[in-house]
Each structure stands twice: as C-alpha cells, then as structure tokens.
C-alpha cells in the first residue's frame, strides 16, 4: 500500500470547477483504478486502466475523466458535470488486470474532495 | 455484471466473542475473493483472501471459507478484540472487482 500515492489528501472545489486528483505508483503494477466511497457506503468504480494509453468506465464514470500517459500514473479529473462530487476517492492499482488471475488490488491513502 | 451481497450491515459482539460476515456473488466466473477492513477515514486494507480453487483459508484468528456451488463466501473472526471493530468489505472477481456493501463490527468491551 505505501507504493501508491494520492494527493491532495483534502480538496476543497467550487461550483462549476474542474479539479484533478493525482495518483502516482511505484510498484510497476499494471492495472489502475479509481473508487469513490459516499459516508457510510461501499466503493463504486469510477474508471480502470489495464495498459498505458487505454482505460474503461466503470459503474459511475459520468462527470469523471482520465488519463493513463505513463503506467505509474493516473490522475482523476472531477469535472463541472459531475453534481454532487463530495466523497472520499480512493486510487488503487494491481499486478494484473482483473478477471485474468485474480490479482490483489491495493489502494492508496484517499482524497477527500468537497463541494463549497 | 457480477452482484455482490454483503450481510449483515451491522454487527455488535462482545469482545471475545466470534463475529461472521456473510456475503454472496452472481458471477459464477469470478475466482477471487478478498476481504478488507476499512477504518474511520482510512484506506481499505486487505486482511484475508480467498481463490476458487480453495474452500477455506485461516490467518490467525481470521478465517474464509467458500462454496462455489452457492455463491457464497464468510468472514469469520474469533476471539474478537475492541481494535478489530472496523467496517469489513468483501469483494469479487470476474472481470473487475466488485466490492459488498460493507459491515460495520463494533466489538464491546
């Protein structure tokens, strides 16, 4: 888990404001990964990346975009069209993508991101 | 998509005594099972993990066990401690990771 890294931990965004959390590894993991957890919820999958320059939606990726430009990097945009971002966002990668093996996801620290 | 259910949502025992958290999944293509246990604030970190081709697993006072013919997988804690009071998740995998709902245990002392 200390291989992941996430900032900032908290975040502040205004109406109508773009904000991207960083996500960086250092474990050569392939697959990256993006949750958001509501208080007192379970974690819901934003967006996934298996391979460098490639990435899928996961259940709730409206008002959310992506990039994957380097393996060890990827950041979550968390754009205007997203209305209610206030949540804890939580990055993780893994070895493999999942559904191949069946590979242990680890996560980061989280982001705390709320709406003013 | 695979369907995970986690039961029960909220759990209270008495410091000692054992605690079970079941949950159930759809996919009968998923062939991981991992626990995590997620404190106040905190990263989900995994405690116990299970795969397909195993029908129990134990680390300590921590168990798992699986019956691929019903879907469904346990947690089971004994000797429980006040520190292991936590909110659990399970999770499975086919294509991707799909986490329960989650169980907040609360271990009276």
């Known amino acids: 888990d200390g291989g992941i890294t996430q900032s900032p931990k908290y975040l502040f965004r205004k109406e109508g404001q773009n904000v991207t959390l960083s996500c960086e590894q250092n474990?050569?993991?392939?697959?990256m990964y993006w949750y958001r957890q509501d208080p007192g919820q379970g974690l819901r999958l934003i967006y996934y990346s298996q391979i460098v320059n490639d990435f899928q939606k996961g259940d709730i990726a409206e008002g959310y975009s992506v990039s994957r430009e380097k393996k060890e990097s990827f950041p979550l945009t968390v754009t205007s069209a997203q209305k209610n971002p206030t949540a804890f966002y939580l990055c993780?990668?893994?070895?493999?993508?999942?559904?191949?093996?069946?590979?242990?996801?680890?996560f980061g620290e989280g982001s705390w991101l709320t709406v003013v | 998509g695979e369907n995970v259910e986690q039961h029960p949502s909220t759990l209270s025992v008495q410091e000692g005594d054992s605690a079970v958290i079941k949950c159930t999944y759809s996919?009968?293509?998923?062939?991981?099972f991992p626990w995590y246990k997620q404190e106040l604030g905190k990263r989900p970190q995994l405690i116990i993990d299970i795969r397909s081709n195993v029908g129990e697993k134990k680390d300590q006072r921590i168990a798992v066990t699986l019956n691929k013919t019903a879907k469904h997988f346990s947690l089971h804690i004994t000797e429980t401690q006040p520190e292991d009071s936590a909110v659990y998740f399970c999770?499975?995998?086919?294509?991707?990771?799909?986490f329960g709902s989650g169980t907040q245990l609360t271990v009276l002392p």
């Open positions: 996919d009968s293509a998923s062939n991981y």
């Open positions: 993780a990668s893994s070895i493999l993508r999942q559904g191949r093996s069946g590979n242990t996801i680890y």
């Open positions: 474990l050569n993991h392939d697959a």
């Open positions: 999770a499975a995998i086919a294509r991707q990771l799909t």
